[in-house]
């Protein structure tokens, strides 16, 4: 029997091109914290090539879903990943589809205007 939500609609985003993180010693970062740990990394490479959900992350990276869970959480704290869609299961549930937020991450030690080479 054919569904009335459409499980797996094509997810249309555009992550932005850089972000910037600064480290200065004065305002801490969780960034570098929230990416020391393996599972937010194995993570962002399942969504690398395409976003998924959090299931779809859970069952790519053999991990369990409240694991994943807690670290998609992080890692749109820091805003590098972001819920892209939402897409319907088979029963209607309601799924957040999660992609890249950034193509690139720049890590920059010192004020953002010092600019000495």
């Known amino acids: ?5 459409p499980h797996h609609p094509p997810v249309d985003y555009a992550p932005r091109e850089q972000t910037n993180v600064v480290v200065n010693g004065t305002e801490p970062t969780d960034v570098l914290q929230i990416l ?9 490479g399942a969504v690398r090539d395409e976003p998924r959900t959090a299931s779809d992350i859970a069952d790519t990276v053999d991990r369990s879903l409240q694991s994943v869970s807690y670290h998609l959480d992080r890692l749109c704290e820091a805003d ?9 299961s088979e029963k209607g549930t309601e799924m957040t589809v999660y992609a890249l937020a950034t193509e690139r991450l720049v890590v920059q030690f010192g004020d953002s205007t010092d600019r000495s080479v």
């Open 80 to 88: 590098l990943i972001e819920p892209a869609e939402t897409w319907y």
């Open 36 to 44: 020391s740990s393996e599972a937010a990394q194995e993570i962002l």
């Open 1 to 5: 029997m054919a569904s009335a939500f």
